[in-house]
């Protein structure tokens, strides 16, 4: 079942985020299910989309720019978000699709940095201190980071800000600043401190507790992503003894939450950052069998000896898919089983016909729909030996 209601956005046409806002919910469905078919029927039949019940402020990370601009005699302090493809900042106050409480919060920075007279950032100049603010709210717990990004470590006045903060939005569990001076188009940099709480926050997915920070990659749709995991956990077929490599691990929610059914876990994962939250993650979960290396996935799976086979091997890659040398050294491990998650239908089925080249068949094709009103698509495929 999904929603019948149909909301209006008067932002879709500037911002460029909600190409479908305005539809049906259903019909923007049928637009993704032909999507999948079209790009993945070559593979086998794609099963129906699995869409969300109500597809409205689900996602749990939002993210505003803080821009100074001149126009004419006037100064202006715009909050918002890029309109795609330019950096021209469109100053959306209530988005269709993000959490509700995290713009409401966004709302409180912008008056505070006016109240505190704090200069946003002027990208033709290289002045003003905030850059960005970025809210992240885990689903099930409730708990709310707030960070602020800024050219350089000193906020004025930051203990009045935060505690002036925190008296708005009593439900913020910790704020975070980090400093981001470069000419990028990156939000975060390298440096951080926290200004309040932790320092990050916690949330529970497919019962298991991960531990989310500022450049933790977790998924923005909580719901959709129990059912698109569950799904995968159902394709890989664990009995208890298998050994699986969760590659593309991040801070390892597929890998823990393959451990209760499998014998052994290894999570692989270059950003070192997510590898230790990863480790944490296992430790706070009081897992046993699952171990984190920081290390190229296929360089990795490339040095797998002939008694060190994974039996199913997880692959969540970024949206420009994986590299031939990943599924080359995928391949060659030779897995029973392979659970492919993608976020590109595009490049996930150049992959597939890769994978089937060297000797894989496409089982199964699920999409989920985990961005409602945009053109994104979520699909998890179980391939097996030909």
Known sequence: MTAEKTMSCSWSDRCGGCTTI??????????????????????????????????????????????FQKEGRRDQHLFGIYAEGTHRVVP????????????????????????????????????????????????????VMVVLVLTNPVLPGKSHFV??????????????????????????GERESVAYGKGYIEDLLCGMRFRISSRSFYQVNSIQTEKLYARAMDMAGLKGREKVVDAYCGIGTIGLIASKHAGQVIG???????????????????????????????QFLAKLSASDKADVIFMDPPREGASDEFLGAAAAAHPGRIVYISCNPVTLARDLKQLTRLGYKVREIAPFDLFPWTGHVETVCLLTHS
């Open 92 to 143: 959306v106050r209530k988005c269709l699709i993000e959490d509700a409480g995290a713009q409401e919060i966004l709302d409180t920075v912008s008056e505070l940095a006016r109240q505190f007279k704090i200069r946003s950032y002027d990208e033709s100049t290289r002045q003003g201190l905030l850059r960005h603010v970025l809210i992240r709210t885990a689903h099930a717990t409730g708990q």
């Open 22 to 67: 305005g539809q049906t919910y259903e019909a923007t469905l049928k637009e993704k299910e032909a999507m999948v078919q079209r790009l993945l029927k070559a593979f086998g039949k794609p099963d129906r989309i699995v869409g969300m019940d109500d597809p409205y402020y689900y996602r749990n990370k939002v993210h505003r720019v803080c821009s």
């Open 163 to 188: 505690k002036a903060l925190r008296e708005r939005h009593p439900e913020i569990t910790t704020i975070v600043i980090n400093v981001n001076s470069r000419a990028t188009s990156l939000i975060l």
């Open 268 to 298: 692989v994962e270059s950003n070192k950052a997510a590898v230790q939250d990863a480790i944490l993650n296992a430790k706070a979960n009081q897992v046993r069998n699952i171990r984190f290396i920081a290390e190229d996935a296929g």
